[in-house]
Each structure stands twice: as C-alpha cells, then as structure tokens.
C-alpha cells in the first residue's frame, strides 16, 4: 500500500489495464504516469522516476483480521450494479501453478507461483519464501552490507522486516516469478 502524495502533490490512481514485466501498471489520473507497484516509482510518463511512500500494510485472512480488528466495517455488496461480488474473477489464475498467460516461467529454485518476501535494500535485491518464514517465524540474513530480520505473525500473518540498525524496511509480498521480472539479478535465500 502507498501513500498518494508524491512531493506536494495528492494524486489519485487507478488500474492502467498495461503490465510491465508481468505486473499490473498503476496510472494517475493528474498526470497520466504509469506506476509499477513492484519498483514503487512511476515508469513512465511526466512524473517517471518519482517514487511512492510505502504505507504500512498486511496480507491476510479475513478471518485474522477480525480477530484482531473486530470492530472493522466492511463495504456493501449491494453496489447498484449486476456484478457478482461473491466470485473471484482471478480464482482460476490463483489456483493455476503456471505464471502469467503461461508463458513467463521462472528460474530455478522455486516454483513460479510461490509467494515470497521481496526486500530490497539499496540496489540489492532478494527474495524470501513466505511458506518458510511461516513455518520459521523469523529470518536473520544479510542484504548487501545490512544485517536484516524477517518476522512473521502467525495471527495476523504480518511480515515485518528490520535492519539490525532498527530501520524498519518495506517488504513486498508477491509471485517469485513476478519478482525474478523485476529484479533478474536478486538472490534467494535458501535455508
């Protein structure tokens, strides 16, 4: 999740309906700049090269959060338009083991779909399997010259990262083929 306000201007995005490197493009409504979600910065347009402030955020049952946040208010599923709100329209994708349309596979070391932790810091790159860090709880490693450390919150099902400096870092949780796309080069921990 990002903040909409990029220098001193409020900007309001929607879904360009374009993928770059087998993600979807942002775009803004201002300034008509496409956004890539992964990179966090926009990648084309007038504003290319700006970047977006990550907000906190988590991935998460329903059911986990709100054990945590029952006081949580959900929007209605009677919107006034005949769409059916209880059907995942990308079901069939989740469930499929192969990437994008079938034709980007991903290198060796995991299966294309498994949904790792993405953590960059500076210009180094590396990919943490999220089923791992489920199981382990915690990750101790090293990125680039920090000592980083993943947590996981089993009731939440947070992730959180931090350099061993107490920098909070911004994980991103994706496909492993997806992150291979944008970061050829990151490395992937393994146990």
Do not use: C
């Not at 006034?80 to 070391?109: C, I």
């Amino acid at each position: 999740m990002y903040s909409r306000n990029v220098g001193d201007r409020e900007l309001t995005f929607g879904v360009s309906g374009m993928l770059y490197k087998a993600n979807v493009l942002m775009y803004d409504r201002q300034s008509e700049s496409l956004w890539s979600q992964v990179l966090r910065r926009a990648v084309a347009g007038p504003l290319a090269g700006e970047k977006l402030k990550v907000l906190p955020s988590s991935l998460t049952t329903w059911r986990k959060w709100l054990k945590k946040h029952p006081e949580t208010e959900v929007l209605s599923l009677e919107t006034g338009h005949d769409r059916d709100y209880s059907q995942d329209p990308y079901a069939g994708y989740y469930e499929s083991r192969s990437g994008l349309f079938g034709f980007l596979k991903s290198g060796p070391g995991l299966d294309g779909k498994a949904l790792v932790v993405g953590v960059t810091v500076g210009e180094q790159a590396k990919a943490y399997p999220l089923d791992h860090l489920r199981q382990t709880r915690t990750i101790e490693d090293t990125l680039g010259e920090r000592s980083i450390r993943l947590d996981h919150d089993a009731a939440t099902d947070r992730v959180s990262v931090q350099a061993t400096t107490g920098e909070a870092l911004a994980p991103l949780i994706l496909y492993w083929f997806v992150w291979q796309e944008m970061y050829p080069e990151s490395g992937l921990y393994t146990p």
